[in-house]
């Protein structure tokens, strides 16, 4: 489809374009001579004078939103809520503990929720604006752990935490509080053994992907009053 | 409306080439702008730094694997809300803007056409490398440089998107 040896690519001429359109002369030569090249600079050199269809502020706006969608917190409060949850862990009656996910030496998340009293979560109740969330992950086999925002209309991911799996019953050292804003809140833990890149971090958690390697937890938080 | 000059200097630079890409494998010029958009708002958040003209491949090449992935998630949801519609945009004078010399536009528009049809069907790796390679124009080795894969991968992918395809032409004619 490509006759490289005559055309520059796209991609290199998008770098040339990048580049100011004057770093290769030899590219520079090409589009004097190349109708559909030159006019394929054109157009680039257009598009850079045609205002974006949505608003850039809204880059950083969106970028810094996506970021305090939870606040998340690892103060002394968090710290009290998570030994709160913790005692709650040992004291809730067994029939308390059914949203506990997973069977024994499998991997499970418990979410428990802190608005005046810390409560187990029940995995539908509606949560408020103010409400501390902590989380206890079992681990199993693996030996790292994210927790993640999702934004349902992009897919797109903000990672919240990263960090080692806390020993046993140990919750993350980090609580979400509940923001105001309206609509859901969608949370995704992933237990993972390496790294992830953000593209395999949004594929596990869209596949909700649970081997040997990566193992994946979605949750949605309606909020009261929405 | 805010413009594009607010975008930070040196990655202003980037926007032309996400925008005409996006428009290559979407065609449609509103979601193509939104992709553009959210690829620079990924770009701002998470991606590679610029500091000089030695860095352009290397962001550019972020930008591209970006804004095809992104692409084929928009792909995929218009599958989901909406019937297949192999029909495509016309290379018209508007759509050829968006190829350089060298690029065969049927070629490049059937390619695409392609990938819409089989996207909720195929692996995104053969996908990525189909708009790479069919699509966008790359050869296998610079699709391989900007996927961060082996040529021979590429070649491999490639192979297996062309067995999706002729299976789903069986399927569709019968």
């Known amino acids: 489809m490509t006759d490289t040896e005559l055309h520059p690519s796209t991609f290199v001429l998008d770098v040339f374009f990048a580049d100011g359109a004057r770093a290769d002369a030899q590219i520079a030569a090409h589009a004097r001579g190349c109708e559909r090249c030159a006019r394929y600079l054109e157009e680039l050199g257009r598009l850079d004078s045609v205002p974006l269809a949505r608003a850039p502020q809204a880059v950083a706006e969106s970028a810094r939103l996506r970021k305090s969608v939870w606040r998340w917190r690892a103060t002394a409060g968090g710290a009290l809520l998570a030994a709160a949850a913790v005692l709650f862990g040992i004291a809730l009656p067994r029939s308390a503990q059914t949203p506990y996910v997973g069977i024994k030496g499998s991997p499970a998340v418990q979410v428990w929720v802190h608005r005046g009293q810390t409560a187990l979560w029940d995995g539908h109740s509606p949560i408020q604006t103010g409400d501390a969330i902590a989380l206890n992950v079992v681990c199993a086999d ?35 509080v509940a923001d105001a804003e309206p609509g859901a809140e969608h949370v995704a833990v992933v237990l993972r053994r390496a790294a992830l890149d953000d593209r395999a971090l949004e594929l596990a958690v869209r596949n909700a992907q649970r081997s040997s390697d990566v193992w994946a937890f979605a949750f949605t938080f309606a909020k009261s009053g929405n | ?97 968006c190829w350089p010399g060298g690029i065969e536009l049927d070629g490049a528009i059937a390619a695409r056409r392609l990938v819409g049809a089989l996207c909720g069907s195929v692996a995104e790796e053969e996908l990525e490398s189909a708009i790479l390679c069919r699509v966008d124009g790359l050869s296998q080795v610079d699709a391989g440089a900007v996927l961060g894969v082996s040529e021979r991968t590429v070649r491999r992918l490639l192979d297996r998107f062309d067995e999706h395809v002729a299976s789903w032409r069986k399927e569709y004619m019968s």
């Not at chain 2, 428009?23 to 553009?36: F, K, N, P």
């Open chain 1, 142 to 176: 693996f030996s790292q752990v994210t927790v993640a925002s999702v934004e349902t209309k992009t897919a797109h991911l903000t990672r919240l935490f990263e960090g080692a799996c806390p020993a046993q019953d140990q919750p993350l050292p980090f609580t979400l």
């Open chain 2, 1 to 97: 409306m805010p413009n594009a000059s607010d975008f930070p200097p040196v990655y202003r630079r980037f926007l032309p080439a996400v925008r005409i890409k996006c428009r290559r494998i979407l065609a449609q010029t509103e979601d193509a702008e939104d992709v553009a958009h959210e690829s620079f708002v990924r770009l701002l958040q998470s991606g590679p730094t610029w500091t000089s003209e030695a860095d352009t491949p290397v962001l550019m090449a972020w930008l591209y694997r970006t804004c095809t992935r992104l692409a084929i998630d928009t792909l995929r949801s218009r599958r989901r809300t909406a019937p297949l519609d192999v029909s495509d945009v016309s290379h018209d004078d508007a759509a050829s803007c």
